[in-house]
């Protein structure tokens, strides 16, 4: 199935402790993003890929990074987390530039 | 800053009629618009989008306008089913892969 998968799902974590969610896509697409989704602000998207070594700043790139080594893989991590970034979390791919992109699940992301 | 504005948070509409949702945008770079739909606990869903090119799309029952000159464009459902009940964003794209979306309304279909 084609199909886009981010892991963890929830995650509840304290200030300043590493973590990485991770995304993963099986349809061979070129472009993939990560967005981030709070009430009243729709969703925003922190860094977008359009090929593997190549990544660029979206809207709210502030305190993430995300690295892409392989097309498939496009993981988001979090230095330092704080409560700021609790929020939930969209990870999506698309084949190119101006298609509809597909989204993953979502990832709940708590930080206290 | 927001750039992609969808001032109506919530639509309710009756079954069988029109569901219209708008969205304004206020950058005139931006060369694409899509339109997604999300239920609860999913991933939003992509539905249909439009070059800036074109002023209409259509897709079965869903058609966008663009009126690029009012810097504004619109979702049309018709007829409107109970299963449309879900949060549609509106969203649009640079040239380079910069997707901006707007805060979304939430559309109930009445049975």
């Known amino acids: 199935e084609a199909q886009v998968t981010q892991n963890p799902r929830y995650l509840i974590t304290v200030t300043g402790k590493k973590l990485t969610v991770t995304c993963s896509q099986n349809?061979?697409?070129?472009?993939m993003s990560w967005y981030r989704q709070d009430p009243g602000l729709g969703l925003r998207q922190i860094y977008y890929s359009m090929n593997v070594e190549v990544t660029d700043k979206g809207d709210v790139p502030e305190g993430y990074k995300v690295s892409r080594k392989e097309k498939r893989n496009f993981p988001l991590i979090l230095e330092s987390p704080s409560p700021n970034q609790t929020s939930l979390y969209f990870c999506a791919s698309s084949p190119y530039r101006t298609s509809g992109r597909t989204f993953g699940p979502g990832t709940r992301l708590t930080v206290t | 800053d927001q750039q992609v504005k969808q001032n109506s948070p919530s639509l309710s509409v009756q079954e069988g009629r029109i569901s219209i949702l708008n969205c304004d945008y206020t950058?005139?770079?931006?060369?694409?618009f899509l339109w997604y739909k999300k239920y609860p606990a999913e991933g939003p869903t992509f539905l249909i989008s439009i070059s800036s090119i074109k002023d209409k799309n259509e897709d079965g029952r869903f058609t966008v306008f663009l009126n690029k000159s009012a810097k504004h464009l619109s979702l049309h459902i018709v007829p409107s089913q109970p299963g449309d009940s879900a949060v549609y964003f509106c969203?649009?794209?640079?040239?380079?892969?910069?997707?901006?979306f707007g805060a979304g309304t939430r559309l109930t279909v009445k049975p």
């Open positions: 950058n005139s770079m931006f060369d694409y």
């Open positions: 969203a649009a794209l640079y040239n380079n892969n910069d997707m901006r």
């Open positions: 349809m061979n697409h070129e472009y």
